[in-house]
Nanobody, 115 residues
Framework: QVQLVESGGGLVQPGGSLRLSCVAS????????MSWYRQAPGKERELVARISTSGVRTNYADSVKGRFTISRDNVKKTVYLQMNSLKPEDTGTYYC????????WGQGTQVTVSE
């Protein structure tokens, strides 16, 4: 059974940091590109960051470049998103995605950036 389980979300003040984790099971994690998406209320889901199978290649949405870092541990079957200098506009539900032809999604973790 394929599972992607996100954790690490929460309420944080502007300028603060959070580290999201996504633990995978039920498929060969090292063969899948991994991504973080987010969806704010009333908006479409958008790509935040993506990392290649080996972790060599990464790409980011312009809105998070220089503030967020995606990484992965293929032994632990986990992908991370380090989020620094958080802004209110980063608020949303963050989803983990695995892709290699087919796609798998996690259930999401809520991030709220507010005073």
């Amino acid at each position: 059974q394929v599972q992607l389980v996100e954790s690490g979300g929460g309420l944080v003040q502007p300028g603060g940091s959070l580290r999201l984790s996504c633990v995978a099971s039920g498929f060969t994690f090292s063969l899948y590109d991994m991504s973080w998406y987010r969806q704010a209320p009333g908006k479409e889901r958008e790509l935040v960051a993506r990392i290649s199978t080996s972790g060599v290649r990464t790409n980011y949405a312009d809105s998070v470049k220089g503030r967020f870092t995606i990484s992965r541990d293929n032994v632990k079957k986990t992908v991370y998103l380090q989020m620094n200098s958080l802004k209110p506009e980063d608020t949303g539900t963050y989803y983990c995605q695995a892709r290699s032809g087919r796609e798998y999604w996690g259930q999401g973790t809520q991030v709220t950036v507010s005073e």
